[in-house]
C-alpha cells in the first residue's frame, strides 16, 4: 500500500490499477458466488446474474445487444478467436486475403503472420509519418479475394487515433462482405468506440482499472463466424470455457464507471496529458511523437541522444513508472515497430518513452513526475 502511493505510475495503457468500486463489487463473487455460471442450480443462478449483468453494461456502453457480446479472458484471446472465426467463415466463400495496419498490437500482427503461413495473404498497410493509416491506403489494397480489414482505434504506443469508422464505410460501400476487425482496447484513452459498421471489436478489463484476465468481442449479429474454442456452449457456442465471473462483474463496473463520467473521464486525461507535456517541452530536443490529436490517455516522447531502457531504469528508481511502449515487447531490446513503420530510424525510436494515465491519477503527481523526469536528464 505505501508503495502504491509513494510511486506515480504512468503506464497505464499496460495495466491500470482496480478501481475502488470494481473491487467492492467483485469481493462477493470471490468470497461467496463460487457457482458455475451455466449451472441451473441456486449458486449456478447468482453467478450467471453476476454474468449476464456486466454484459448489460458492455453492451450499454457499445449501443448493441447483449447477445453481441462474448467474453474471454482478456483482449488478446478475443484477438485470436476474431481473426481465425472470421478468417475461417470467410474462407468458405473463397476469401483468403487479409488487409491489416503495420501499427497493430502484437497479438493481430502475429495472428495474421500465421495465417501467411497457413495459405492467407497478407497486406499490411504502413501508417503515415504522424502514425495514422490513411483511408485510402487501406482501400487500395483491398481486393476481390479480401475476407478482413483489421485496423486499431486507438494505438497504444502513440494514441493516434485511426479512421476505423470511414475505413468500415469504405470497405461496405465497396464490397459488404469484407469483415471489418477493430482492436479498440485503447479507446479508453479518450475517444469513442464507434462500432456501426464494424463487424468485430475487442476490449480488455485491465485497460479500464478492471481486473486483470476478462476481455470481450464484440460479433455483430449476421457475421459468419466459426468458433475456435470448443467443447462448451458457453457464450452461445462462440467461445467454450468457463467464464471468470468475478472479473467480469468487475469489467461491467468498470465500463459502467467509464461510460457515466465520460465526459469527466476524457478531460482528466487531457489534463494530466498536457501538465506532463507543459514541464517535458521545455527539455531541450524533446519531440512528441504522439500526434496533436492523439487520445489524450498516452503521450509518447522522445528524448533524442538518450536511450529509453537507460531513462526507464533511472525513472523506476525515482518512484516514477513509464514504459518504452508495448508491456510485452518491454522486456525485450527490440525497438518500437510503431515508430519505426512511422519511419524513425532505430535509434530515434529507441529514445521514445510512453507515458499513460488513467482516472487515478492526479494533476499534482504528474507534474512532479515531470520534474524527477526534467532532473534526470539534466544530470544526464
Ligand atoms: N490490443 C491493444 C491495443 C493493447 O494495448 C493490448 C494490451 O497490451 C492488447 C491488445 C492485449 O490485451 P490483453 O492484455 O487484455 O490480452
Known amino acids: 500500500m505505501t508503495e502504491r502511493t509513494e510511486r506515480i505510475y504512468l ?20 468470497r461467496d458466488t463460487y457457482g458455475n455460471p451455466s449451472s441451473l442450480h441456486h449458486e449456478g443462478r447468482r453467478a450467471r446474474a453476476g454474468v449476464e449483468q456486466a454484459r448489460e453494461e458492455l453492451a450499454a ?27 475461417l467463415a470467410a474462407r468458405k466463400e473463397g476469401r483468403h486475403h487479409v488487409v491489416v495496419s503495420a501499427i497493430e498490437h502484437h497479438a493481430v500482427l502475429e495472428t495474421v503472420e500465421q495465417m501467411g503461413t497457413l495459405g492467407w495473404t497478407v497486406d499490411v498497410v504502413p501508417p503515415r509519418e504522424d502514425g495514422t493509416v490513411a483511408v485510402e491506403d487501406v482501400m487500395e489494397r483491398v481486393r476481390r479475394d479480401t475476407a478482413i480489414v483489421a485496423l486499431m482505434w486507438v494505438n497504444n504506443e502513440t494514441g493516434a487515433v485511426q ?21 479498440m482496447v ?51 457456442g462462440r467461445r467454450a470455457g468457463t467464464e471468470n465471473v468475478a472479473a467480469l462483474v468487475g469489467f461491467g463496473v468498470a465500463v459502467r464507471l467509464l461510460r457515466t463520467s465520460w465526459d469527466q473521464h476524457v478531460a482528466h486525461l487531457t489534463m494530466l496529458r498536457d501538465v506532463l507535456w507543459d514541464v517535458l517541452r521545455e527539455i531541450p530536443g524533446v519531440r512528441r511523437n504522439s500526434p496533436a490529436d492523439a487520445a489524450p490517455g498516452v503521450l509518447n516522447v522522445a528524448f533524442p541522444g538518450i536511450r529509453n531502457d537507460m531513462l526507464l ?9 513509464a514504459s518504452a511502449g508495448a508491456a510485452c515487447t518491454a522486456g525485450s531490446l527490440e525497438p518500437s515497430h510503431v515508430l519505426q513503420a512511422m519511419g524513425q530510424r532505430e535509434d530515434e525510436a529507441r529514445s521514445a518513452i510512453r507515458f499513460s494515465f488513467s482516472v487515478l491519477n492526479d494533476r499534482a503527481e504528474v507534474r512532479r513526475a515531470g520534474e524527477i523526469i526534467r532532473q534526470i536528464i539534466e544530470r544526464g
Open 11 to 30: 503506464d497505464n495503457a499496460a495495466s491500470t490499477p482496480v478501481h475502488p468500486e470494481v473491487w467492492a463489487a467483485m469481493a462477493p463473487y470471490l
Open 186 to 236: 485503447q479507446c479508453v484513452a479518450g475517444v469513442t468506440p464507434v462500432i456501426d459498421g464494424v463487424d468485430a471489436a475487442v476490449f480488455s478489463a485491465h485497460k479500464m482499472n478492471g481486473p486483470q484476465g476478462a476481455g470481450a468481442l464484440y460479433l455483430h449479429r449476421d457475421v459468419p463466424f466459426v468458433p475456435v474454442m470448443r467443447g462448451g456452449a458457453q457464450e452461445r
Open 163 to 183: 479512421p476505423v469508422s470511414a475505413v468500415a464505410a469504405a470497405v461496405k460501400r465497396h464490397d459488404p462482405a469484407v469483415r471489418v476487425f477493430s482492436d
Open 313 to 321: 531504469m533511472k525513472l523506476d528508481l525515482a518512484g516514477v513508472s
Open 61 to 87: 456502453w457499445l449501443r448493441c445487444r447483449p447477445g453481441e457480446i462474448i467474453w474471454t479472458s482478456g483482449a488478446t484471446e478475443a484477438i485470436h478467436i476474431a481473426l481465425w472465426g472470421l478468417a
